[in-house]
């Protein structure tokens, strides 16, 4: 049974960082794809980034780009998010979740296993 957890959530002030972390349990977290998606209040899960087994594949949604960075640790069995450059409309619960396909989606049904989420909050 795979079993993600994510850490690294807060509250920070427009324009600051955050990273991150979601750890894979249970099973070989190399053959898994990994993606961030985020959910804010009243509005449906969406897409933020994602990466392959390898790492060399990125994804990003075009809000993020440029101010995010997805990356992995296949010895740590961990997938990191960077956000730089934050801003009040990032808020929301991000979410990490894994899928065996070696090129991820970005299509919420795709995915298997999800973590519980993280609150992320930035204030202007």
């Known amino acids: 049974q795979v079993q993600l957890v994510e850490s690294g959530g807060g509250s920070v002030q427009a324009g600051g960082s955050l990273r991150l972390s979601c750890a894979l349990s249970?099973?070989?977290?190399?053959?898994?794809?990994m993606a961030w998606f985020r959910q804010a209040p009243g509005k449906e899960r969406e897409f933020v980034s994602a990466?392959?087994?390898?790492?060399?594949?990125?994804y990003y949604s075009d809000s993020v780009k440029g101010r995010f960075t997805i990356s992995r640790d296949n010895a740590k069995n961990t997938v990191f998010l960077q956000m730089n450059s934050l801003r009040p409309e990032d808020t929301a619960v991000y979410y990490c979740?894994?899928?065996?396909?070696?090129?991820?989606?970005?299509?919420?049904?795709?995915?298997?296993?999800w973590g519980q989420g993280t609150q992320v909050t930035v204030s202007s």
């Open positions: 979740a894994a899928d065996r396909r070696p090129k991820p989606s970005f299509v919420v049904a795709s995915y298997d296993y």
């Open positions: 249970g099973r070989t977290f190399a053959v898994y794809s």
């Open positions: 990466i392959g087994w390898s790492g060399g594949s990125t």
